[in-house]
């Protein structure tokens, strides 16, 4: 990050990859845009966000626009696609995405993340393992609220937003609520 608040300086945050139990949250390039095009292909997962599925050169534009990252210095990106570990070589099918968007505030870092899991990987605890596996890695940087916005509808989305020690909030924005870790460690 460039200049942050209150004079101090800080350091752009960059994704690294995370491994969890059964995962492993590898930094978004846009050689993952053919792959993620295909997880990511049920419009079904836009019943609570809109829009339709992306194609394969639509997320490569994409992705090239997240890894030049934000026009602000003082905000980071961090964007993964979230690979299962199996098989011999640990290198299973890829599943979908976490992101974090990391910004000074007051007297520490703040980050908002979201995530989705392709519908064939739904209902294996998938999102809410790459949930808490994010959340600790932000934790390990110093970021000290994490938020992320749910539909009020998504009740999945909502139990990943639990299980990554998230609690929801009176704020809404866009028709989500604001669900908010506080002091995270």
Known sequence: MGAGTQGRT?????????????????????EHAREMADVLSDPALHTFIGGAPATAGELRSRYARMAAGPAD???????????LREGEEGQGPLTGTVQATISPSGAGLVAEI???????????????E????????????????????VH?????????AR???????????DGEVRWVRRGAR
């Open 10 to 30: 800080m350091s752009r945050v960059e994704a690294e990859v995370i491994r969890t139990e059964r995962l492993v949250l590898v930094p978004q390039r846009v």
């Open 73 to 83: 210095p003082a905000e980071s990106w961090c964007n993964w696609v979230v690979r």
């Open 114 to 128: 979201a995530w989705v899991v392709g519908a064939g990987f739904q209902g294996r605890g998938i999102a809410s």
């Open 130 to 149: 790459a949930a808490r596996g994010l959340v600790g890695w932000l934790a390990r940087r110093s970021v000290r609220d994490v938020a992320a916005h």
């Open 152 to 160: 009020p509808d998504h009740a999945a989305s909502a139990a990943v």
């Open 163 to 173: 299980a990554a020690g998230l609690e929801p909030t009176d704020e809404w924005h």
